[in-house]
């Protein structure tokens, strides 16, 4: 992940095998089209642009869950 979009270098990653992901509840993102990536320590709330940017995103990620 990166701190900022313009960010040059990443700052960190996980892996998704064993995550869960979905779209997030409204009171939990500041922003719409918000999901939610769950790992076993940590959830990682994220933004998209679109609600089909969002669910891209989403069913993107499934497949290596």
Known sequence: YF????SGNSFGSFQLKGCTVGEAAAE???RQHGFFVQTPKRTWFLAAETRAEMLSWLDSMRPYL
């Open 28 to 30: 939990k993102v500041a």
């Open 3 to 6: 701190l900022s979009p313009a």
